[in-house]
Structure formats: structure tokens, C-alpha cells
């Protein structure tokens, strides 16, 4: 059953986006869990997170009329980043609902990703 997820996972369209990140052993969190605990460096991506991984991996899915019409979607964050990162990969638009309280850093980033930005 592992191989089959593994399988499916390296074949998924999503690096096309996505990088593959290292896996960084983390020896005083290990030691203090009697463990080894390895974090996967998602801060490595594009947007700074894994959450680009699912917004291409849905956008990616819909048909090319979906696509054209494009696409829309609330967030404050990375999620908002890996829309519009997805967005662009994919050739649409993208509208990203974010709070008024964004911090401009945020806003910018959706925006530079091509992302066109509603404050809420």
C-alpha cells in the first residue's frame, strides 16, 4: 500500500510548482523526544510553504473551461500565495479575498505572483 501513495505522489502534477524539499534531521528536538524527528523544509518553496502543493493539485484538475473563467478564493496567507502562484502556472486568473488586517507583505506577495487582490 506505501508504494502505491509513494507512486502517486512523485508522479503528481504538483512539481510542476512544487520543489522537492530536503528532510533536515533535528537532533535537539530528537533528543528531547527520544526520537529522530526530521522536518521536511517546506519553507523552500516558492510561497514559502506547502500550500502550494494543493492549490495547484486542485486547479490543475479543472477543466480548461473552469480554468478560463478562472478562479477565487479567501485567505490570509500562504494559501492565498499558492493560488496565485498556481494561477500562473496554469495561464487564469486569479481574485484573492484578503482581511483588511493583511499585512502588506502578504498582499504584496499574492500581487507579484500575479494575484489580483480584494480587501475585505
Known amino acids: 500500500m506505501p508504494q502505491k501513495y509513494l507512486k502517486k505522489i512523485l508522479?503528481?502534477?504538483v512539481y510542476e510548482v512544487a520543489r522537492e524539499t530536503p528532510l533536515d534531521f533535528a537532533p535537539?528536538?530528537?533528543q528531547r523526544l527520544r526520537n529522530q524527528v526530521w522536518l521536511k523544509r517546506e519553507d523552500e518553496q516558492p510561497v514559502f510553504s506547502f500550500k502550494c502543493r494543493g492549490a495547484y493539485n486542485k486547479m490543475a484538475g479543472l477543466?480548461?473551461?473552469d480554468l478560463k473563467k478562472g478562479v477565487i478564493t479567501a485567505s490570509a496567507?500562504?494559501?492565498a500565495q499558492g493560488v496565485a502562484l498556481a494561477a500562473r502556472k496554469l495561464g487564469t486568473h486569479a481574485v484573492i479575498v484578503m482581511p483588511r488586517t493583511t499585512p502588506q507583505i502578504k498582499v504584496d506577495a499574492v500581487r507579484n505572483l500575479g494575484g489580483r487582490v480584494v480587501l475585505q
Open 11 to 13: 508522479n503528481a502534477r
Open 28 to 30: 535537539v528536538l530528537s
Open 63 to 65: 477543466s480548461s473551461a
Open 77 to 79: 496567507g500562504n494559501h
